[in-house]
């Protein structure tokens, strides 16, 4: 069975509790749950990682690519949380890996939000962006995933 990583950056282990009006009700347990059952649903083993250390969120984008080098993971939904806006680290983990697909995925619209929010240096190094759907927006952009992984192998 093929893997696929839901890897989240800070403060979201607080989802369902974090300023619900921004981020909405629904814990990180539910949206892994909800995550891993539709990855097995596609034929795909989920792995759930959330950390609030950068060097955590590398280290696991680092795994995944080897994974995908030798054809046993089809790739990444995260959320880089606020490292989005400020993580060199991150666009070049991500860079360095060359070819894991990685679906860069904000539960808010951050285009809507503060300036500071409007500048992403994942976006760039991403496969694909999916902002603003709530917390559907991580199984919108698992979707997206399995495209991608289809039109691959198709
Ligand atoms: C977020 C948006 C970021 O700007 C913020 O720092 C977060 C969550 C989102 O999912 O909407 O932590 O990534």
Request: glycine share 10%.
């Amino acid at each position: 069975m093929k893997k696929v990583l839901l890897l989240n950056g800070p403060n979201l282990n607080l989802l369902g509790t974090r300023e619900p009006t921004q981020y909405g009700n629904t814990t990180l347990a539910d949206v892994e749950t909800q995550f891993v059952q539709a990855a097995a649903r596609m034929g795909w083993d989920a792995e759930c990682f959330q950390s609030n250390w950068e060097g955590a969120l590398i280290d696991k984008i680092h795994e995944y690519g080897q994974w995908f080098k030798v054809g046993q993971a089809v790739g990444v939904v995260f959320n880089p949380g606020a490292f989005t806006h400020t993580s060199i680290a991150l666009h070049d983990a991500i860079k360095g890996v060359d070819g894991l697909p990685v679906i860069e995925t904000h539960i808010s619209n951050v285009h809507a939000r503060e300036e500071f929010r409007h500048r992403s240096w994942v976006s760039p190094v991403a496969a694909g962006i999916v902002v603003g759907f709530g917390v559907d927006g991580y199984l919108l952009a698992l979707e997206g995933l399995h495209r991608i992984h289809q039109r691959s192998v198709s």
